[in-house]
């Protein structure tokens, strides 16, 4: 049986407190000096786990058809800037009745 996480406990040395704390994506690229919590890029593959709603097979259709934000490819994988996907996502707002923000 698995022991459970306890933050500070003398099995659990600091450093894998840290570790434990960290659930960013594995594949994300990160400003250490920023308030900005937001990955600066990420892979396709992590897309999905930031904004749900669309498959990481989704924006490779996009990109098939040269729709969608701009990308980047290094080896095996594709990378978007996040602000750009954001831009994309958020580009044509539809005006509803409570006036609502986006």
Known sequence: ????FIKNNPINPPETARKA???????AIFL???SDPRPIMVT???LPKLF????AR???????????PKFC???KLTW???????????????QTTNGGNL
């Open 32 to 34: 250490d000096n920023l």
């Open 58 to 68: 989704a924006w490779a259709n996009l990109a098939h058809l040269k729709q969608g």
């Open 80 to 94: 978007y800037v996040v602000d750009d996907v954001i831009e994309y996502l958020t580009q044509n707002p539809v």
């Open 73 to 75: 490819r290094r080896g």
């Open 52 to 55: 749900p709603g669309m498959t």
């Open 1 to 4: 049986m698995a022991r459970p």
């Open 44 to 46: 396709r593959q992590e």
């Open 21 to 27: 704390e960290q659930k960013s994506p594995p594949n």
